[in-house]
């Protein structure tokens, strides 16, 4: 099952809206980075694995699904519409680095 933008976002502010503060998220935010970038220096050998069976690959994929987690919370929270703030982003983006297409022409060529 494929889930959107706008269904996670909505999920997120059914979820968090009689307890979710912001500062709080953010704080949740901060520290799920920190564990991705744990897993990384793991990952590159700048850092111990905790085991030899340890899979970086799952652990890298459940940290960035916490750091979207918390980063989606926040913008429910705030009534962000993510999935216009990403395509207005990299329009600017692809502008300034001169990429050969944007978001948004590539998901029109689809």
Same mark, same amino acid.
Request: proline share 0%; hydrophobic share 35%.
């Given at each position: 099952?494929?889930?959107?933008?706008?269904?996670?976002?909505?999920?997120?502010?059914?979820?968090?809206?009689?307890?979710?503060?912001?500062?709080?998220?953010?704080?949740?935010l901060v520290?799920?980075?920190?564990?991705?970038?744990?897993?990384?220096?793991?990952?590159?050998?700048?850092?111990? =694995?905790? &085991?030899?069976?340890?899979d /970086?690959?799952?652990? @890298?994929? +459940?940290?960035?699904?916490?750091?979207?987690?918390?980063?989606?919370?926040?913008?429910?929270?705030n009534?962000?519409?993510l999935?216009?703030?990403?395509i207005?982003k990299?329009?600017?983006?692809?502008? =300034?680095? &001169?990429?050969?297409?944007? /978001?948004?022409?590539? @998901?029109? +060529?689809?």
């Open positions: 099952m494929k889930v959107t933008i706008k269904d996670y976002e909505e999920y997120l502010y059914e979820t968090y809206k009689n307890h979710g503060i912001d500062s709080s998220l953010f704080m949740k520290e799920e980075i920190g564990e991705v970038a744990e897993v990384l220096n793991r990952r590159d050998g700048r850092k111990a =694995k905790e &085991n030899e069976d340890e /970086l690959i799952e652990k @890298l994929g +459940n940290e960035l699904v916490d750091v979207i987690h918390y980063t989606f919370a926040i913008a429910a929270l009534n962000i519409n999935n216009d703030f990403i207005e990299d329009k600017k983006a692809s502008i =300034k680095y &001169n990429h050969k297409i944007n /978001l948004l022409q590539y @998901l029109l +060529n689809k």
